[in-house]
């Protein structure tokens, strides 16, 4: 009888692996995103006079 929640829970199991992996990713856009905008304001910077 347990052998029948045994595809079930691996299938949970995976789901929250790409779940995981796609909050790592989410995490990973957003540092590329907040890195490109540092640069963009240190040029903004370095253009305009204070």
Do not use: Y
Request: a neutral charge; aromatic letters at 6%; proline letters at 4%.
């Amino acid at each position: 009888m347990a052998t029948e929640f045994l595809p079930e829970s691996k299938a949970v199991a995976m789901l929250e692996e790409e779940g995981w992996k796609d909050g790592v990713r989410k995490q990973e856009r957003r540092n590329a995103l907040h890195c490109e905008a540092l640069k963009a304001w240190q040029i903004i910077n370095s253009i305009v006079p204070r």
